[in-house]
C-alpha cells in the first residue's frame, strides 16, 4: 500500500513511487515513443489489477495495452494493427 503509478506522458513510460521513496522505478516502456510492442506511446491512463498487471491508454499509439511490471514488453488490447492483438 501507498504506492504510486504514473502514466508519464511526455517520457512515453509508466512510473512506479513506492512509499518513501526519492525516486521512481520505471515499470513499463523504454521511454523512447513508438508504436512497437515494447514501446509505449504518450500514456495518459494506468490501471493495475490485483495480479499486478499495468492497462495502459496510450493516447499517441491509439490503443490500450497490457503490460507486466518490468517486462520488455507489452500486450496489445484494443486498437492494435495486424498480429499484435490479443484475445485472452
Given at each position: 500500500?501507498g504506492s504510486?503509478?504514473?502514466?508519464?506522458?511526455?517520457?512515453?513510460?509508466?512510473?512506479?513511487?513506492?512509499?518513501?521513496?526519492?525516486?521512481?522505478?520505471?515499470?513499463?516502456?523504454?521511454?523512447?515513443?513508438?508504436?512497437?510492442?515494447?514501446?509505449?506511446?504518450?500514456?495518459?491512463?494506468?490501471?493495475?489489477?490485483?495480479?499486478?498487471?499495468?492497462?495502459?491508454?496510450?493516447?499517441?499509439?491509439?490503443?490500450?495495452?497490457?503490460?507486466?511490471?518490468?517486462?520488455?514488453?507489452?500486450?496489445?488490447?484494443?486498437?492494435?494493427?495486424?498480429?499484435?492483438?490479443?484475445?485472452?
Amino acid at each position: 500500500m501507498g504506492s504510486l503509478y504514473i502514466a508519464d506522458c511526455f517520457n512515453h513510460r509508466i512510473m512506479l513511487w513506492l512509499k518513501n521513496a526519492h525516486s521512481g522505478i520505471i515499470a513499463a516502456g523504454n521511454g523512447s515513443p513508438g508504436d512497437g510492442m515494447n514501446q509505449i506511446w504518450g500514456p495518459t491512463q494506468v490501471i493495475v489489477d490485483s495480479h499486478g498487471y499495468m492497462y495502459i491508454s496510450e493516447a499517441s499509439a491509439h490503443r490500450i495495452t497490457r503490460w507486466a511490471f518490468g517486462a520488455p514488453y507489452g500486450v496489445c488490447l484494443v486498437g492494435c494493427q495486424g498480429s499484435e492483438l490479443l484475445f485472452s
